[in-house]
């Protein structure tokens, strides 16, 4: 859904990713949403997963929990926002979440709330395919490096939707694609990848190896 919007999103799986650098998560044992950073998520995968089924005209998005539990989920709808975010605007008319007429929002302390947001930026979202956002959660087991092999830090997401790479900080949707590279780099795999050219960037090609 970031790589190009004019295309189909064939992963299973889609994650939503907030300004922050956190992702919408939900907690089994509280059964409530939060939003949790990757290097805080012990290596789980988020527990939230936002749905597309393009058969259904009027609900075409839902949210899903990994684990099921009592508490509902909203019904929402997603609207195009800035770069490659969206926004979840509430559709219940009843419920818990009934007549708040509001977004999904994420709160800075990573508190998930559903009433008037703040901060407009708040209410983004970065819908991310599992595939790239596997590579965010693969910290300490992907080893990245350089051509003459000198390692350089992990991958790293940051606050507005920015992917720190080495020294050099790009806009999510700039190396989307190369994350869903990273992400589906298999056990014992060793591949050769290319960080992009942008702004004051030159290319950099650089190997990537994935722990058995």
């Known amino acids: 859904m970031i790589v190009d919007r004019n295309k189909r999103v064939t992963d299973p799986e889609i994650w939503l990713l907030d300004a922050f650098g956190r992702f919408l998560d939900h907690d089994p044992l509280s059964d409530r949403l939060i939003a949790t950073s990757p290097d805080k ?12 089924r393009p058969d259904c005209r009027e609900r075409p998005f839902f ?14 709808s997603a609207a195009l926002g800035t770069g ?15 007549g708040k007429n509001s977004f999904l929002s994420s709160s800075p302390e990573g508190a998930v709330t559903y009433g008037h947001a703040p901060n407009p930026n708040w209410k983004k979202f970065a819908p991310l395919p599992a ?6 959660f693969s910290i300490n087991r992907v080893t ?54 942008y702004g004051d960037y030159e290319e950099k090609a650089f190997s990537a190896h994935r722990n058995a």
């Open 144 to 197: 990245l490096a350089d051509e003459a092999g000198a390692r350089f830090g992990n991958i790293a997401v940051e606050s507005d939707f920015r992917v720190r790479f080495a020294d050099r900080v790009y806009p999510l949707e700039r190396v989307s694609t190369l994350m869903a590279r990273l992400g589906s780099v298999a056990e014992g795999e060793a591949v050769s990848l290319l960080l992009p050219r």
């Open 84 to 98: 490659p975010t969206i926004t979840l605007q509430i559709l219940d008319v009843d419920g818990p979440y009934g």
């Open 63 to 76: 949210l899903e929990k990994r684990r099921s539990a009592p508490m509902p989920l909203p019904e929402v």
């Open 41 to 52: 998520a012990g290596g789980n995968a988020p527990g939230l997963i936002f749905r597309l």
């Open 131 to 136: 595939a790239a956002g596997r590579a965010l």
